[in-house]
């Protein structure tokens, strides 16, 4: 069964300071990694995926994700946060021969940008 | 481009009562899902369908049902409401498998409370 942690319910920090989300996986096969955001009473939004390649991965507002293999993590940073990142994050894996359907979310991280 | 439409935004409903939540995308997508949010415990998989006439249940299916139609359209049927439906749902798509299965299209989300 594949899995996700997101250890921290919640992270604070200080706007212009680089921030970063944790996120350890387990999937039985290669994994294929996502974040997602959650804007406050709106839908989550994609914000970047690892696929294969490059272990830095860079995807929208700024973030990017820093795969290690060897640590089964994911985590996701930013070099100087802004108050409007403040949001609830999700990481998500899939095992790399399943589909949409076999996506597994963690339970989110709340991050707090105080100006 | 609408993307994924959810309506309604809110719904209040009695115990025992019956109602369906409407989805509906543009995309073209084969994969449609319905996901439920609750604090604490991230996004769970209620029901998903990789294509019309295709439905198949994700890890917390009771109480819920679906069907698909068409391709557009995966609408969610709560037959007879328990508080513990109380619930943030949402419905997204995607493609299906591959690489691009897991960047999912999320709606608006539908706030229920079963009272």
């Known amino acids: 069964a594949q899995s996700v942690a997101q250890p921290e319910d919640q992270v604070n920090v200080a706007e212009g300071n680089p921030l970063t989300v944790k996120c350890t996986y387990s999937?039985?096969?290669?994994?294929?990694l996502f974040w997602y955001v959650q804007y406050p009473n709106r839908g989550l939004q994609f914000l970047l995926k690892?696929?294969?390649?490059?272990?830095l991965v860079k995807g929208s507002y700024g973030f990017e994700a820093e795969f290690n293999k060897s640590q089964t993590s994911f985590h996701l940073k930013k070099p100087s946060a802004l108050v409007s990142d403040s949001a609830l994050y999700f990481c998500?894996?899939?095992?790399?021969?399943?589909?949409?359907?076999?996506?597994?979310f963690g339970k989110g991280t709340h991050l707090i940008i105080q100006p | 481009n609408a993307g994924v439409t959810q309506t309604p935004k809110f719904q209040v409903l009695k115990t025992g009562q019956s109602m369906t939540l409407q989805c509906a995308q543009d995309?073209?997508?084969?994969?449609m899902s319905w996901y439920r949010q609750d604090p604490g415990m991230g996004l769970r998989l209620i029901h998903y369908?990789?294509?019309?006439?295709?439905?198949d249940q994700g890890e917390v299916p009771n109480g819920y049902n679906v069907s698909r139609s068409t391709t557009e359209d995966f609408p969610l049927r709560l037959l007879s409401a328990a508080p513990s439906q109380t619930s943030v749902y949402f419905c997204?798509?995607?493609?299906?498998?591959?690489?691009?299965?897991?960047?999912?299209?999320f709606g608006s989300g539908t706030q229920l409370s079963v009272l």
């Open positions: 999937v039985s096969g290669n994994p294929y």
């Open positions: 995309m073209n997508h084969e994969y």
């Open positions: 369908s990789v294509g019309a006439g295709i439905t």
């Open positions: 998500a894996v899939r095992d790399e021969g399943g589909g949409a359907d076999g996506l597994t």
């Open positions: 690892y696929i294969t390649g490059d272990n």
């Open positions: 997204a798509s995607s493609y299906s498998s591959g690489t691009g299965g897991g960047k999912l299209f």
